[in-house]
């Protein structure tokens, strides 16, 4: 089976002034992906669902 090709969106963390944004795509059943919205060429990051839930978690609960 092929994984289908990446449905990328803005985080709705994001914000609306274009600074820092990361783009996810969660259309695939086992990675998330994630990428810079400004620079495509840096490449993604991925992680399986159970470890972007921790990490997204994780977020929620800290601050930098």
Same mark, same amino acid.
């Given at each position: 089976? $092929?994984?289908?090709?990446? !449905?990328?969106?803005?985080? /709705?963390?994001?914000? !609306? $002034? !274009?600074?820092?944004?990361?783009?996810?795509? #969660? !259309?695939?059943? #086992?990675?998330?992906?994630?990428?810079? @919205?400004? #620079?495509?060429?840096?490449?993604?990051? @991925?992680? $399986?669902? *159970? *470890?972007? /839930? *921790?990490? $997204?978690?994780? *977020?929620? /609960?800290? /601050?930098?």
């Amino acid at each position: 089976m $092929t994984e289908p090709s990446p !449905n990328w969106h803005k985080s /709705t963390y994001s914000g !609306n $002034t !274009n600074d820092s944004c990361v783009e996810i795509a #969660d !259309n695939a059943p #086992d990675v998330i992906r994630v990428r810079d @919205t400004k #620079d495509h060429a840096q490449g993604e990051v @991925t992680a $399986t669902p *159970a *470890a972007w /839930t *921790a990490f $997204t978690a994780f *977020a929620r /609960t800290h /601050t930098v």
